[in-house]
């Protein structure tokens, strides 16, 4: 009954979700009058706990009760205590929660970067506020064509929260192409990759370039389902087929750090390469499935 073990597990993530939103409120009323920075770092560890928590809940029952077929392969030597970029392939929103029980407590606390419009996602949208995370706008072309100044806007969110990593052990994950591969997409998008759109490399650029010093280094995921067309409904329906999850530590390399990826067209044209080469490695990886 794949329909009834969907209902079952949108029970469960509302169930979880709604029992840790009481000290998620708590923390937020009580981030929101503390008055210094330093204070509030205090209270975001709190806001961390519950963040933690909240997903250790939900890859438990998931693990028991979905028992998804997940292959994964990590580097050793992992630690809550570092600083990573995480990059990643893009299939379906459970890449989400794959990445999460490969990586959950084994690195920091995760920081995605957001599309605005789910800030009011009721409760889930709070807790992202909460943490900091970066909101997106993503402006059209043809948006930027008429304001260039808009791109400032997202610039500054990577910006503060590049600052805001300096404070606390974070990891930064980011799903490179934007949105979610879909073959229709790669034919808009005329992506010269057979399973890939085409790789967004400002918010990339922008925290190596910012943080690259402090970084443990880069986790590049590789993600391959076995079904072709996955869906969080399907994960949650426990009908998603075997998932492959590969992760590689990957150096920073020492001409990223200060660079300036929107003023430079050298190091522009430096980094697209470097990305793209990333990106052909990722694809012919996929190609072997």
């Known amino acids: 009954m794949p329909i009834l073990t969907g209902l079952v597990s949108v029970l469960l993530l509302m169930i979880t979700t709604l029992f840790w939103s009481v000290p998620l409120i708590f923390f937020t009323l009580l981030k929101i009058v503390t008055p210094t920075r330093r204070l509030r770092l205090v209270v975001l560890r709190g806001v961390n706990g519950v963040a933690l928590n909240w997903i250790g809940t939900n890859l438990w029952w998931m693990q028991r009760w979905l028992k998804p077929k997940l ?20 299939r379906s929103w459970t890449d989400i929660f794959m990445l999460l029980m490969v990586l959950h407590r ?47 806007i997202d610039r500054e969110a990577t910006e503060l929260m590049c600052r805001r990593a300096r404070e606390m052990p974070l990891a930064i994950f980011n799903f490179v192409e934007g949105t ?37 280094g880069i986790l590049d995921v590789t993600l391959h389902y076995a079904n072709p067309n996955p869906t969080f409904w399907g994960f949650l329906c426990g009908q998603e087929g075997a998932i492959t999850l590969t992760a590689r530590h990957l150096a920073v390399p020492d001409w990223v750090q200060g660079g300036d990826y929107h003023d430079d067209p050298r190091y522009k044209e430096r980094f697209h ?10 694809d012919q990886a996929l190609d072997s499935y």
């Open 180 to 216: 979610r591969f879909t073959p229709a997409k790669r034919e808009a998008q005329q992506s010269p990759f057979r399973h890939l759109l085409r790789p967004k490399a400002g918010g990339v650029a922008q925290v190596l370039s910012r943080l690259g010093d402090q970084l443990d």
């Open 106 to 152: 084994r690195i920091p606390m995760p920081r995605f970067f957001l599309k605005r419009q789910l800030i009011w996602v009721p409760i889930v949208g709070l807790a992202w506020w909460a943490l900091e995370y970066p909101f997106m706008r993503r402006y059209s072309r043809e948006q930027l064509a008429r304001n260039p100044d808009l791109a400032r």
């Open 273 to 282: 390469s470097w990305l793209n080469a990333l990106w052909q490695e990722k």
């Open 71 to 90: 292959i994964a392969s990590v580097p050793e030597g992992l630690n809550p205590e570092q600083r990573w970029l995480v990059i990643s392939n893009h």
